[in-house]
T-cell receptor, first 115, second 114 residues
Framework: AQKITQTQPGMFVQEKEAVTLDCTYD???????LFWYKQPSSGEMIFLIY??????QNATEGRYSLNFQKARKSANLVISASQLGDSAMYFC????????????FGQGTRLTINP | DVKVTQSSRYLVKRTGEKVFLECVQD?????MFWYRQDPGLGLRLIYF???????EKGDIPEGYSVSREKKERFSLILESASTNQTSMYLC?????????????FGPGTRLTVT
Protein backbone atom coordinates (compact mmCIF):
# COMPACT_ATOMS: atom_id res chain seq x y z
CA ALA A 1 0.00 0.00 0.00
CA GLN A 2 1.10 3.52 -0.69
CA LYS A 3 1.44 6.07 2.04
CA ILE A 4 2.39 9.75 2.25
CA THR A 5 3.50 11.32 5.54
CA GLN A 6 3.74 15.04 6.23
CA THR A 7 5.03 15.48 9.75
CA GLN A 8 4.65 19.27 10.04
CA PRO A 9 1.03 20.21 10.85
CA GLY A 10 1.94 23.89 10.84
CA MET A 11 4.87 26.13 9.96
CA PHE A 12 5.50 29.83 10.52
CA VAL A 13 8.06 31.61 8.35
CA GLN A 14 9.17 35.19 7.96
CA GLU A 15 8.44 36.82 4.61
CA LYS A 16 11.27 36.52 2.05
CA GLU A 17 12.79 33.51 3.81
CA ALA A 18 13.06 30.12 2.13
CA VAL A 19 10.90 27.33 3.53
CA THR A 20 11.06 23.56 3.24
CA LEU A 21 7.94 21.44 3.64
CA ASP A 22 8.65 17.81 4.42
CA CYS A 23 7.14 14.81 2.68
CA THR A 24 8.09 11.16 2.99
CA TYR A 25 6.45 8.34 1.10
CA ASP A 26 6.22 4.60 1.12
CA UNK A 27 5.60 2.42 -1.90
CA UNK A 28 6.78 -0.85 -3.38
CA UNK A 29 6.03 0.25 -6.92
CA UNK A 30 9.11 0.81 -9.09
CA UNK A 31 7.53 3.66 -11.02
CA UNK A 32 5.58 6.49 -9.42
CA UNK A 33 5.00 10.22 -9.49
CA LEU A 34 5.05 12.77 -6.72
CA PHE A 35 2.94 15.94 -6.67
CA TRP A 36 2.58 19.02 -4.53
CA TYR A 37 -0.66 21.00 -4.32
CA LYS A 38 -1.45 24.30 -2.63
CA GLN A 39 -4.84 25.00 -1.06
CA PRO A 40 -5.49 28.65 -0.13
CA SER A 41 -8.23 29.58 2.29
CA SER A 42 -10.65 29.85 -0.65
CA GLY A 43 -10.50 26.05 -0.91
CA GLU A 44 -9.38 25.31 -4.46
CA MET A 45 -6.47 22.90 -4.98
CA ILE A 46 -3.68 24.36 -7.10
CA PHE A 47 -1.10 22.07 -8.71
CA LEU A 48 2.46 23.27 -8.04
CA ILE A 49 5.04 20.75 -9.15
CA TYR A 50 5.60 17.16 -10.29
CA UNK A 51 8.53 14.73 -9.92
CA UNK A 52 8.76 11.36 -11.63
CA UNK A 53 10.56 8.55 -9.86
CA UNK A 54 12.92 8.05 -12.80
CA UNK A 55 13.63 11.73 -13.35
CA UNK A 56 17.35 12.38 -12.98
CA GLN A 57 17.00 15.99 -11.94
CA ASN A 58 14.94 17.64 -9.23
CA ALA A 59 11.88 19.40 -10.57
CA THR A 60 11.66 23.19 -10.47
CA GLU A 61 8.80 25.59 -11.25
CA GLY A 62 9.59 29.21 -10.62
CA ARG A 63 10.04 29.68 -6.86
CA TYR A 64 9.13 26.05 -6.20
CA SER A 65 11.58 23.19 -6.28
CA LEU A 66 11.27 19.60 -5.21
CA ASN A 67 14.14 18.08 -3.25
CA PHE A 68 13.79 14.45 -4.33
CA GLN A 69 15.86 11.91 -2.40
CA LYS A 70 14.82 8.52 -3.71
CA ALA A 71 16.88 6.41 -1.34
CA ARG A 72 15.36 8.22 1.64
CA LYS A 73 11.89 8.20 0.04
CA SER A 74 11.50 11.89 0.59
CA ALA A 75 10.12 14.60 -1.69
CA ASN A 76 10.37 17.90 0.14
CA LEU A 77 8.97 21.10 -1.35
CA VAL A 78 11.23 24.14 -1.20
CA ILE A 79 9.76 27.61 -1.64
CA SER A 80 12.34 30.30 -2.17
CA ALA A 81 11.80 33.94 -1.17
CA SER A 82 8.44 33.32 0.49
CA GLN A 83 5.59 35.79 -0.01
CA LEU A 84 2.48 36.58 2.03
CA GLY A 85 0.41 34.92 -0.70
CA ASP A 86 2.18 31.62 -0.01
CA SER A 87 0.17 31.24 3.21
CA ALA A 88 -1.97 28.15 2.58
CA MET A 89 -2.30 24.42 3.16
CA TYR A 90 0.18 22.33 1.20
CA PHE A 91 -0.39 18.71 0.27
CA CYS A 92 2.07 16.13 -0.96
CA UNK A 93 0.59 13.33 -3.08
CA UNK A 94 1.76 10.21 -4.90
CA UNK A 95 0.52 8.20 -7.83
CA UNK A 96 1.90 4.90 -9.08
CA UNK A 97 1.67 3.59 -12.61
CA UNK A 98 -0.30 0.69 -11.19
CA UNK A 99 -2.58 3.04 -9.29
CA UNK A 100 -4.93 3.81 -12.18
CA UNK A 101 -4.28 7.52 -11.90
CA UNK A 102 -5.35 7.61 -8.26
CA UNK A 103 -3.58 10.03 -5.94
CA UNK A 104 -2.73 9.28 -2.32
CA PHE A 105 -2.45 12.44 -0.22
CA GLY A 106 -0.62 13.33 2.94
CA GLN A 107 -2.25 15.07 5.89
CA GLY A 108 -1.10 18.50 4.78
CA THR A 109 1.01 21.30 6.26
CA ARG A 110 -0.43 24.71 7.04
CA LEU A 111 2.12 27.36 6.11
CA THR A 112 1.83 30.87 7.50
CA ILE A 113 4.05 33.65 6.18
CA ASN A 114 4.57 36.50 8.63
CA PRO A 115 5.29 40.04 7.38
CA ASP B 1 -8.94 27.85 -19.35
CA VAL B 2 -9.50 24.45 -17.79
CA LYS B 3 -12.42 24.18 -15.47
CA VAL B 4 -14.00 21.79 -13.02
CA THR B 5 -17.23 23.02 -11.50
CA GLN B 6 -19.27 21.72 -8.59
CA SER B 7 -22.96 22.35 -8.18
CA SER B 8 -22.80 23.98 -4.74
CA ARG B 9 -20.16 25.63 -2.54
CA TYR B 10 -22.18 25.12 0.64
CA LEU B 11 -24.92 22.62 1.39
CA VAL B 12 -26.89 21.88 4.54
CA LYS B 13 -28.92 18.66 4.70
CA ARG B 14 -30.77 16.71 7.36
CA THR B 15 -29.90 13.22 8.56
CA GLY B 16 -31.50 10.59 6.33
CA GLU B 17 -31.87 12.81 3.27
CA LYS B 18 -30.60 11.70 -0.13
CA VAL B 19 -27.90 14.11 -1.29
CA PHE B 20 -26.57 14.65 -4.80
CA LEU B 21 -23.25 16.39 -5.45
CA GLU B 22 -22.62 17.20 -9.08
CA CYS B 23 -19.30 17.76 -10.84
CA VAL B 24 -18.73 18.87 -14.42
CA GLN B 25 -15.44 19.23 -16.31
CA ASP B 26 -14.91 20.82 -19.70
CA UNK B 27 -11.48 19.36 -20.53
CA UNK B 28 -12.59 16.05 -22.10
CA UNK B 29 -10.79 14.16 -19.32
CA UNK B 30 -11.30 10.42 -19.09
CA UNK B 31 -10.81 10.19 -15.34
CA MET B 32 -12.92 11.78 -12.63
CA PHE B 33 -12.59 11.51 -8.87
CA TRP B 34 -14.45 12.30 -5.67
CA TYR B 35 -12.51 13.02 -2.47
CA ARG B 36 -13.50 14.11 0.98
CA GLN B 37 -11.24 16.36 3.01
CA ASP B 38 -11.18 16.38 6.80
CA PRO B 39 -8.77 18.23 9.11
CA GLY B 40 -5.69 16.18 9.91
CA LEU B 41 -6.61 13.47 7.42
CA GLY B 42 -5.84 15.15 4.11
CA LEU B 43 -7.85 14.08 1.08
CA ARG B 44 -9.27 10.59 0.92
CA LEU B 45 -10.58 9.00 -2.26
CA ILE B 46 -14.22 7.96 -2.21
CA TYR B 47 -14.81 6.79 -5.80
CA PHE B 48 -13.31 7.34 -9.19
CA UNK B 49 -14.28 6.70 -12.79
CA UNK B 50 -12.01 6.14 -15.78
CA UNK B 51 -14.75 6.07 -18.40
CA UNK B 52 -18.44 6.64 -18.91
CA UNK B 53 -20.52 4.22 -16.84
CA UNK B 54 -17.36 2.84 -15.22
CA UNK B 55 -16.63 3.28 -11.54
CA GLU B 56 -14.13 2.03 -8.99
CA LYS B 57 -14.22 2.17 -5.22
CA GLY B 58 -11.63 4.30 -3.52
CA ASP B 59 -10.47 4.07 0.06
CA ILE B 60 -13.71 5.11 1.81
CA PRO B 61 -16.72 4.20 -0.39
CA GLU B 62 -19.08 3.16 2.41
CA GLY B 63 -22.23 5.25 2.47
CA TYR B 64 -21.63 6.69 -1.00
CA SER B 65 -22.44 5.81 -4.58
CA VAL B 66 -21.60 7.49 -7.89
CA SER B 67 -22.95 7.90 -11.38
CA ARG B 68 -21.25 8.76 -14.64
CA GLU B 69 -23.68 8.79 -17.55
CA LYS B 70 -21.76 11.36 -19.59
CA LYS B 71 -18.03 11.90 -19.93
CA GLU B 72 -18.10 15.40 -18.53
CA ARG B 73 -20.29 14.74 -15.49
CA PHE B 74 -19.62 12.72 -12.33
CA SER B 75 -22.16 12.64 -9.51
CA LEU B 76 -21.65 11.64 -5.89
CA ILE B 77 -24.71 10.34 -4.07
CA LEU B 78 -25.24 10.03 -0.35
CA GLU B 79 -28.14 7.59 -0.15
CA SER B 80 -29.01 8.46 3.45
CA ALA B 81 -26.93 11.30 4.82
CA SER B 82 -25.44 10.94 8.26
CA THR B 83 -23.70 13.44 10.51
CA ASN B 84 -20.33 11.73 10.01
CA GLN B 85 -20.55 12.67 6.34
CA THR B 86 -20.23 16.34 7.23
CA SER B 87 -17.10 17.28 5.31
CA MET B 88 -15.57 19.14 2.38
CA TYR B 89 -16.08 17.24 -0.88
CA LEU B 90 -13.70 17.81 -3.77
CA CYS B 91 -14.12 16.64 -7.34
CA UNK B 92 -11.16 16.26 -9.70
CA UNK B 93 -10.46 15.14 -13.25
CA UNK B 94 -7.42 14.12 -15.29
CA UNK B 95 -6.23 12.57 -18.52
CA UNK B 96 -5.28 8.92 -18.59
CA UNK B 97 -2.20 8.99 -20.75
CA UNK B 98 0.97 10.31 -19.19
CA UNK B 99 2.03 9.68 -15.62
CA UNK B 100 2.78 13.35 -15.04
CA UNK B 101 -0.70 14.60 -15.77
CA UNK B 102 -1.97 16.39 -12.72
CA UNK B 103 -5.51 16.26 -11.46
CA UNK B 104 -7.58 19.42 -11.80
CA PHE B 105 -9.84 20.18 -8.88
CA GLY B 106 -13.17 21.88 -8.47
CA PRO B 107 -13.78 24.54 -5.80
CA GLY B 108 -15.24 22.04 -3.33
CA THR B 109 -18.62 21.61 -1.63
CA ARG B 110 -18.79 22.04 2.11
CA LEU B 111 -21.58 19.73 3.25
CA THR B 112 -23.12 19.94 6.69
CA VAL B 113 -25.48 17.18 7.82
CA THR B 114 -27.58 18.07 10.86
Amino acid sequence: AQKITQTQPGMFVQEKEAVTLDCTYDTSDPSYGLFWYKQPSSGEMIFLIYQGSYDQQNATEGRYSLNFQKARKSANLVISASQLGDSAMYFCAMRSVQGAQKLVFGQGTRLTINP
Amino acid sequence: DVKVTQSSRYLVKRTGEKVFLECVQDMDHENMFWYRQDPGLGLRLIYFSYDVKMKEKGDIPEGYSVSREKKERFSLILESASTNQTSMYLCASSFTLGQSHEQYFGPGTRLTVT
